[in-house]
């Protein structure tokens, strides 16, 4: 899919919270250290954090890289599966935070890991048909992992936000994108539940392999380029070993997706996941350099990126801090404490 | 919880919106009618860069109603970059690592809530100031 008119990325920003939570401890408390983390440790949000807040901070970072007067954003669209509000968007917060309110589209985006590659593929739409010069659309998550499931280990809190505008202003020129989504029920939360439920190992080959897979061959079909011409490529990280098995299938290298795999150190970040991937790369790409992203939420469905990142790049980088200074910035919790910050606990 | 104080106030809350006199060119903050160093008509609106220091502090562990939640907590004077001194609490930081004039920069962060069912009231905060490599 390409817009009437090319965009592109003109800021981006992360965030992730401080505390994290080692893999070994849920290994711990719930198998007596029986259990192989599959990360080394995940993102926790703080008690005075949540994805209305974590948003308004990668949204300022994304702000400050772009030198946009936040008046000019005329759409601000957080995806998300952990809105603090049912009924209340979290994006008319965000907006009036960061000074774009009153003359402003806001909405709040739903599609499990993807609602925010799902907002980009709008902003993207919205800009690319000249109804509005800048769109800022943001992935941001506090995951929710049910005390003792597999997916407890991995479910963190992070994100990023990009603000979509004409390519020839852009530190990444976005060429082409992809969208494909079916009817799969992998991974859901009904109305009410506090936790998630998953199909176990249905989450894989029908589920994620297969929509990563599709949508990614088919934006490179569409676009005529190869693997080997991407210098970065970033998959949804439910955890570390999916987006390495799916580079594989479609003939990443190893060294494509490292820049933008952060699931070992800061865990899934569902909406986030993608998106913050991208940011890390950002951090780290020279002007020329092809990026490709995929998203994946469960449900099902998939959205690929092919970009390229410009001059521009340089110059705007160093106005925000880059994704590992949030990721450095850490400090450890045991469960106790974790049960504290994420309302586990009944009193 | 006042619901249209928190509507009326949101600006200056989530982003510190003050003033900077046009008679005096001193920072106001909050905003307000008159201002407090030349006793003109205050104005036009300023957002503050949202820099500042630990003026002074002190840890909060027995809180007022509806702060139970994220007890114990600093809360301090921060003296913004702009001149304002203001009161708000201290995020992100353990308790023995605060300092008094500390580089703090604001953030925007949950409050407190009405209940499970009520508002959700957001404000700002202070965190050290993010290491930046």
Known sequence: ?347 | MDITRHWRLRRQRYALEGERCVHCREYIFPPRDICPHCGEEAGPLHTMSGQGEVYSFTVVHDPPTGYEAQAPYAVALVKLAEGPLITAQLTDVDAADIKIGMPVEMVTRRLRTDGPEGVIQYGYKFRPHLAVS
Not at chain 1, 159 to 179: K, M, N, R, T, W
Not at chain 1, 283 to 312: H, N, W
Not at chain 1, 321 to 333: A, F, G, L, W
Request: net charge neutral; glycine share 10%.
């Open chain 1, 1 to 347: 899919m390409r817009p009437a008119r090319s965009a592109g990325i003109i800021g981006y920003g992360a965030y992730v919270p401080r505390f994290r939570l080692p893999g070994k401890e849920i290994s711990r408390v719930w198998t007596e250290g029986n259990t192989p983390p599959p990360v080394a440790e995940k993102s926790v949000p703080g008690l005075d954090e949540d994805v209305i807040t974590m948003a308004i901070e990668a949204a300022r970072n994304a702000l400050a890289r772009a030198g946009t007067a936040p008046a000019e954003i005329r759409a601000v669209w957080v995806g998300s599966e952990s809105h603090p509000y049912a009924v209340k968007p979290s994006s008319s917060v965000v907006g009036e935070a960061i000074g774009a309110s009153p003359n402003l589209l806001a909405a709040d985006w739903e599609f499990a890991c993807k609602a925010g590659s799902e907002a980009m593929q709008a902003a993207i739409g919205m800009v690319g048909s000249g109804m509005i010069r800048y769109a800022l659309a943001i992935g941001m998550d506090t995951a929710q992992g049910r005390p003792g499931d597999a997916l407890e280990y991995t479910a963190g809190a992070g994100g990023g936000a990009f603000l979509i505008g004409p390519a020839e202003d852009a530190l990444a020129v976005i060429e082409a994108s992809y969208s494909y989504a079916t009817d799969t029920p992998d991974f859901w939360r009904r109305d009410h539940a506090q936790y998630p439920s998953h199909g176990q190992r249905f989450t894989g080959e029908p589920a994620y392999f297969r929509h990563v897979t599709h949508a990614a061959r088919a934006l490179l079909e569409g676009t005529g380029a190869q693997p080997a011409d991407f210098r970065f490529a970033v998959f949804h990280q439910p955890n570390p070993k999916f987006p390495q098995r799916a580079a594989a299938m479609l003939g990443f290298t190893k060294e494509q997706i490292q820049a933008g795999m952060l699931s070992p150190q800061i865990g899934n970040t569902y909406a986030g996941s993608a998106l913050i991937g991208l940011t890390a790369v950002l951090d780290q790409a020279a002007p020329g350099d092809r990026i490709l992203v995929v998203s994946f939420g469960s449900g099902a469905g998939s959205d690929a990126f092919q970009l390229t990142a410009t001059e521009k790049l340089l110059e705007r980088r160093s106005r925000a801090p880059r994704t590992t200074d949030y990721i450095s910035r850490r400090k450890e919790i045991d469960y106790g404490v974790y049960a504290r910050f994420r309302g586990k606990l009944k009193m």
